[in-house]
Structures are given as structure tokens and as C-alpha cells.
């Protein structure tokens, strides 16, 4: 089960580092998914929270791994922490699908094949950490990885391949994000649907 440290650097327009990063824009929902408003990312964050549309991506390669991803030490939510292939926030006005397939271009180099929408799910998960909240109305989507990996080192960690015995090892001994088991049980029948019986998700 060998990981993957992030050592190739790619531009990347949301760095998470700088003092004059410039100011990200949410979209905000209401309980039933329907835009309702924008606010500045870190502001939707800070408790108790503004719900808000996000994305979850999940790639598995043909063996039916999952890709996941240990989050880079500089980011201001949940750094140094495992979760799952990528995840994010639309732009306002951005499909889902769309920013689903530019962050995960962004943050591992590569383009998903076979992308496809695996539903959705509100949850409020706070970080004991930062302090900060995921109020979310989260888009899933599941897909295959056929190419190599080139993780932004400002975004990624490290990466790894994981079977579903590998990850419950993990899991156990390593931190994962707040909201990783949330958005991957919402995933599992489309995840099951992708990979078949045999990978065992």
C-alpha cells in the first residue's frame, strides 16, 4: 500500500499560501440545493457555518482502488489530513461537474475518465481544530484515474491507492477529514456500480 509524496509543482490559481491571495466566492444554498446567495469562502466556514454547494470526487484506478489524498500542510482548513480523491467548491455560476473536473486538474494533474454524478448530501461537520464548519450541500461524482499523477505540492501531500481493507487500516491509524466517511458512504452505490463486486466498495 505504498504512498505517493507530491514533488512535481504545477501553477495553480487558488495557491494556499500569500498574503494577497485573492478572495474566493461560495455559493450559497438552501436545503433543497437552490442558489440562494454568495459569500467569501472563509467567512462561509466560520461557525456557525453558511450552507453552501460543494463537490467530492472519487477515482479509482483499474483495480479498483481508490485514489486518496493527504491534504498539504499549508491549507487553512484541515491540512495534513487524508481524504478522498479531490474536493471543492464551484465558482458561482460553475456546474459542479465543471469544477469537479478543474480541481481535480489543479491539485493531481490529471483529467478523469468516465466522470460521472453519484448524487448528493448536506451534512455539518465542524473541525476541532481550525474551528471551522462544512455546512454543505456536497455533489458527488465517481470516475477512473488512467494516467500518472502529478499532485501540486501546495495542494497535495502525498497520494495513495487504496483497497477497501487498506483504507479501513488506514482510517484507523491516520487522521482523516471530518466529513471523508460522510461523502464516501453517500457514494458507495454508485462506487459499487463503477468498480463491480470484485473490488469489494
Not at 478572495?23 to 467569501?40: C, F, R
Not at 490529471?110 to 471551522?132: F, M, Q
Not at 491509524?173 to 471530518?178: G, I
Amino acid at each position: 500500500m505504498p504512498s505517493t509524496p507530491a514533488t512535481t509543482a504545477n501553477n495553480s490559481s487558488t495557491g494556499t499560501t500569500g498574503a494577497a491571495a485573492p478572495e474566493i466566492m461560495l455559493e450559497l444554498v438552501d436545503e433543497s440545493g437552490n442558489t440562494i446567495g454568495t459569500a467569501e469562502k472563509l467567512s462561509a466556514h466560520q461557525a456557525p457555518g453558511q450552507l453552501h454547494r460543494a463537490f467530492s470526487v472519487f477515482l479509482f484506478d483499474p483495480a479498483g482502488r481508490l485514489l486518496i489524498q493527504r491534504r498539504a500542510l499549508g491549507k487553512y482548513h484541515s491540512p495534513g489530513v487524508w481524504s478522498n480523491t479531490c474536493c471543492g467548491h464551484p465558482y458561482p455560476g460553475e456546474s459542479p461537474f465543471a469544477a469537479a473536473a478543474r480541481r481535480t486538474h489543479e491539485e493531481l494533474g490529471i483529467s478523469p475518465t468516465l466522470l460521472a454524478e453519484a448524487g448528493t448530501v448536506r451534512y455539518n461537520h465542524p473541525d476541532p481544530e481550525s474551528g471551522l464548519v462544512e455546512q454543505e450541500y456536497n455533489h458527488l461524482f465517481v470516475g477512473l484515474v488512467q494516467s500518472p499523477l502529478r499532485p501540486d505540492p501546495e495542494e497535495v501531500g502525498e497520494t495513495a491507492f487504496v483497497t477497501p481493507g487498506e483504507l479501513t487500516e488506514r482510517h484507523a491509524r491516520a487522521p482523516f477529514s471530518a466529513w471523508f466517511m460522510t461523502v464516501l458512504d453517500a457514494a458507495r452505490p454508485a462506487v459499487k456500480e463503477l468498480t463491480g463486486p470484485a473490488a469489494g466498495w
